[in-house]
Structures are given as C-alpha cells and as structure tokens.
C-alpha cells in the first residue's frame, strides 16, 4: 500500500506570523499512513525550518542553476544549504503567469533531482483542452516532455499531482470518475515507461478545488494517493479534515 500524501500549497499568501501559527497547528497530523507538507513563500522557508516538525516544508519555486545573474530568484542549491528537501515544479500559475516552458521545467525536475530533492511535478489540462477530449495526449506529452527524461532510480523521489487548469482555486472540482481515469492513465503511462514496479510505487495526487466535503471521496479511488491543496490548505481546520480523509 502506498503512504498518502496531503501537500498544502500556500501560494503567495499569509504573513510571516500568520503562516507560523499555521504550520504549528498541523504539528502532529502526520501519520504512519500519511506524509503532510507545506509548500510555502520563499521568505518563510527559514523561519518555519527553524521551526520544523512532522510535517515537511518545501519551496513552491526556485531556478535551476546553482548561481548567477538572475536577479529576483532563488537557487536550487541555495534551497538545498537551507536544508529544503521539497519543491514544487510545473505549476499551471508558474506555466502561465511565469512563462515557464516544458523544456525550462525538465531543467528543474533535473536540477532537483541532482541535489536530491523530492519532487512533486503537477501537470494537468486546460478547460478547451478537457472540452475537446484530448486531456489524456495533453498530459502524457507534459509528462514526456518534462519529465520522463529521470532514471527509474530518480522516480523513487518523484510525486506526480494531476490538477486539471479548470478546477484550480474555482470552486469546480474534477468528478471522482474524471479524476480516477486520469490518474489511471497516468499510471499507465509510467508502467510503460518504467515498469510494474515503478508505477505501483509511484505516488499520484490530486488537485484542484479539493476540500472536506469531497477529499474522501477522491481519495478513496484506487490510483489517488492524495492531494496537492491550495485554497483549503489555508484554513487549518479544512486541512486538517483533508488530511484526516
Ligand atoms: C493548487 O493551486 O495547487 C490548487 C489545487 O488550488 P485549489 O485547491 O485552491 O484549487
């Protein structure tokens, strides 16, 4: 049985006290079935490292080279002397606000995997592109393009969270069938690339407007291992009752 993982995605909210005292309220809510992390702003990853309990602190975001001129950002091996373990790569808002490309995104995958990061990679498809039917070939070219460059070893310290573009911070959540076929597909598609093995091992999450209400009923699908949380991993009561799902 694969360990669940519930990952909250702060984005680019709360201040430096009000992250604290949420991240210290999640004290204990990691178990022997569940991993819980936190991908938060940059500015707080020391202070909540100092800080740290059960529950992992990652980085939403950082540049893959190790230094230079690139004024504004963070490195990945400034991350790495931080003591960051976790990062965040592929997603939809760094796509799309941020430019990022696929090829730009394999860098990173690389560059983190290189300074032995855990990873968790999210793809996921546009509304026109859901509308259109072709989600499915959207999603594997993502994963090819961005991914699927990593060795089968390198697999063991990669998460995949699937959040479909139209469901992210809207309130419309990806039915329980729409969601387990695509997490099936996924699968599949690294069960081609990489073996039974690697695919059974491999850890899939969903997001995309995930909350109490509906996480136990994403979560009780076969291939669903859990859940990348945006809106509700601020309110820690609403996290808390995802995690406990
Ligand atoms: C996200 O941004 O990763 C996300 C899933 O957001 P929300 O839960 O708010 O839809």
Redesign the pocket.
């Known amino acids: 049985m694969r360990k669940r993982i519930v990952a909250g995605?702060w984005?680019m909210n709360l201040t430096k006290g009000e992250g604290e005292s949420l991240y210290n309220s999640l004290k204990g809510t990691t178990s022997s079935q569940t991993e819980v992390k936190v991908f938060v702003p940059a500015i707080f990853l020391d202070h909540l490292l100092s800080r740290s309990h059960d529950v992992l602190v990652g980085a939403q975001n950082f540049h893959p080279k190790d230094s230079g001129a690139y004024t504004g950002e963070v490195s990945i091996s400034q991350l790495k002397d931080l003591g960051i373990r976790e990062v965040l790569v592929g997603?939809s808002?760094r796509r799309e606000y941020f430019g990022e490309s696929d090829e730009f995104l394999r860098e990173k995958v690389d560059a983190a995997l290189a300074h032995g990061m855990h990873v968790t990679f999210?793809c996921g498809e546009p509304l026109e592109v859901r509308e259109s039917g072709d989600e499915e070939a959207f999603v594997t070219e993502q994963l090819h393009n961005s991914l699927f460059q990593v060795t089968e070893a390198q697999l063991n310290q990669v998460t995949i969270?699937y959040?479909p573009i139209w469901?992210?911070?809207?309130g419309k959540t990806a039915s329980v069938e729409q969601a387990d076929a695509m997490h099936g597909h996924i699968r599949n598609q690294v069960r081609k690339k990489y073996g039974e093995q690697a695919a059974n091992a491999l850890r899939i999450l969903y997001?995309?407007?995930?909350k109490p209400d509906n996480a136990g009923d994403l979560f009780s699908c076969e291939d669903i291992d859990g859940g990348?949380?945006?809106?509700?991993?601020l309110k820690t009561q609403d996290f808390k009752q995802i995690i406990e799902a």
Do not use: F
């Not at 990348?228 to 991993?233: D, F, N, Q, T, V």
């Open positions: 995605n984005k997603h808002e999210c969270a959040e469901a992210i911070g809207t997001g995309g407007s995930c990348l949380i945006g809106g509700a991993s």
